[in-house]
């Protein structure tokens, strides 16, 4: 289970004084440990990979946020955590993956431009949790043109 890896590597992290992964992975141990009190009972596999997107996404925005104010610094200690939670999230589909399924829908759909929202709402369905909604956003703009 995805939960009991995190605290092996979390003790581990620890005796190697890994202080950005132990900071990452007791962050990551607590939003399950609040997620699991909010739903009462444990969390599964997928619900733990959603937190995980969840927290990528954060320090995504973070890192973007610190790079506008200059802050190099930040930005830095951002992207070493988001390279530690990249270890524990689900497999991500690739550009040509996901440019395969979108040309399929659209051919599926006989789509128009004027149908972006139905072909998005379709792919996202099928790729939802693998790939990043604004990937998926840009290549059916692309397609559809």
Known sequence: MLKEKIMQDLKQAMKEKNEIKVRVL????????NFEVEKIGEASDEEIEKLILKEMKKRQESIEAYKKA???????????EL????????????????????????????ATQKEF??????????????ADGSIVNKIVKELLQ
């Open 117 to 130: 929202g139905l072909v998005m709402k379709n792919l996202m369905a099928k790729v939802k949790g693998k």
């Open 26 to 33: 007791r962050l990551l141990n607590s939003a399950i440990k």
């Open 70 to 80: 200059n802050r190099e610094d930040l930005a830095k200690e951002e992207e070493q």
């Open 83 to 110: 390279e530690v939670l990249k270890e524990y999230a689900p497999k991500m589909l690739s550009e040509d993956e996901i440019r395969k399924m979108a040309k399929e829908i659209i051919e599926e759909l006989n």
